[in-house]
Structures are given as C-alpha cells and as structure tokens.
C-alpha cells in the first residue's frame, strides 16, 4: 500500500513558476514509477509527466515538454514537479500516481496503482 499526498498548488500569474511535491508513505517507494496528471473540469484526466523507479528515465506530455521537469528522491519518498513558463492552459487539480515497478513507465492514468487527492493550480493571464 502507497499514500499519495500532494502539496505546492496555488494561484500564479501567466510566466510564472510552481513547484509540486508529492509525498509517499511506505519504505519501498523505489519500487514505483511515479507519474504526475492533471484534470481540468470537463475534462479528461492527462499524463504530464512519468519517471521511472530509478529516476533514470522521464517522459513529459507534449504540452508541458520544455517547460516541466519531473525529478525524485527515494531517500525523502518525494516526487516532485517543477513547473515554469506557466500558461492559463495549465489550469487544474494536479495528481500524483505511483505503479508497481514494471518494463516501462506508464503513460495512462489506468495503468497506476495509487493516486493522491490532488492539488489546484490555477494560473492567471
């Protein structure tokens, strides 16, 4: 069993930058690919980002690439996600997943295991 809980959301202008952090329970998050979503309202929920359980191997949707960066601690149980040049687009409740260490980092969100409650981001033009 993982516990998933998010933190760092808030209200930033268009240009600015956000740092999420996801905080995991238990002593084998390093067996767990960690994946960051978003879901805003009427909408489907959409990968951001992945990272692998070693942290080796990281994946970003395309609309965030170059501007997001996913990164992982397994000695602090923290993943986090760097959010600069924020955009209005980028509005909604952030999640944090974790998967069962498999061949590959799951881009879907049905393929996590866990999931934490969410945090907002709301972004300003």
């Known amino acids: 069993q993982v516990q998933l809980v998010e933190s760092g959301g808030g209200l930033v202008q268009a240009g600015g930058s956000l740092r999420l952090s996801c905080a995991a329970s238990g002593r084998t998050f390093g067996g767990y690919h960690m994946g960051w979503f978003r879901q805003a309202p009427g909408k489907e929920r959409e990968f951001v980002a992945g990272?692998?359980?070693?942290?080796?191997?990281?994946y970003y949707g395309n609309s965030v690439k170059g501007r997001f960066t996913i990164s992982r601690d397994n000695a602090k149980n923290t993943v986090d996600l760097q959010m600069n040049s924020l955009k209005p687009e980028d509005t909604a409740v952030y999640y944090c997943a974790a998967k069962r260490m498999m061949w590959r980092v799951p881009l879907q969100a049905a393929e996590y295991d866990y999931w934490g409650q969410g945090t907002q981001v709301t972004v300003s033009s």
């Open positions: 990272i692998s359980w070693s942290g080796g191997d990281t």
